[in-house]
């Protein structure tokens, strides 16, 4: 499974007003410092958990194997990822000579909502092409939107609170906080987490 990026979100989950204001921050000297911080939190605390904060559309690929051997395991169903998927936008096949062709939106539906454990792409049982033609396919693609919401205020406010109070001891701290205090920071972010987390992401 190969996933890429399609359109990134419209906003960011964290503000550099945000994080002075929780920080305690008033001066604008550090402005530039923060917003790179911020970058880094945002891409950790993604990584970290396997999710997404903002809604965003995703490209999520399959070869012929990996499909089929989701398929099997999840009979009409593909178990798209442990992505917090919202939507699933398009499903294209492709055979041999790498032709795709559209599945018909009524011939699946999503099955999880974005605080789900994981979401499947369900295929119609009573569709014959989304049964017998989806099973003798080269590859396929699925177009998802992920994230909580379009708006930061969807995220959840502990992810948001918790973020802050990182980049707010990265800002503070710099290059003068030890090694062990930093993953100590780590360690107490990456706690927080641990609720959000998707089941891939924990073994």
């Not at 989304?130 to 959840?156: F, H, K, M």
Request: hydrophobic residues 40%.
């Amino acid at each position: 499974m190969r996933i890429e990026l399609k359109t990134a979100p419209a906003t960011v989950a964290l503000t550099l007003a945000g994080v002075k204001q929780q920080a305690f921050i008033n001066t604008t000297e550090y402005d530039t410092m923060i917003a790179a911080e911020i970058d880094k939190a945002i891409a950790y605390t993604e990584q970290y958990t396997g999710r997404r904060l903002i809604d965003q559309s995703i490209y999520i690929y399959y070869d012929r194997d990996e499909y089929a051997d989701r398929m099997r395991a999840y009979k009409n169903s593909l178990l798209l990822s442990s992505l917090n998927v919202s939507a699933i936008t398009e499903v294209l096949t492709y055979d041999e000579l790498n032709a795709s062709t559209a599945v018909t939106s009524t011939d699946y539906r999503l099955s999880g909502t974005p605080l789900s454990a994981e979401s499947n792409l369900v295929f119609n049982e009573t569709t014959t092409a989304s049964l017998t033609n989806i099973r003798q396919v080269d590859g396929v693609r699925v177009e998802v939107v992920c994230g909580y919401g379009a708006a930061a205020a969807n995220v959840p406010g502990t992810i948001i609170y918790a973020a802050n109070q990182l980049v707010a001891y990265w800002v503070q701290n710099g290059n003068m906080a030890s090694t062990e205090n930093r993953e100590e920071q780590l360690i107490t972010f990456r706690g927080v987490l641990l609720q959000y987390m998707s089941p891939e992401q924990m073994f």
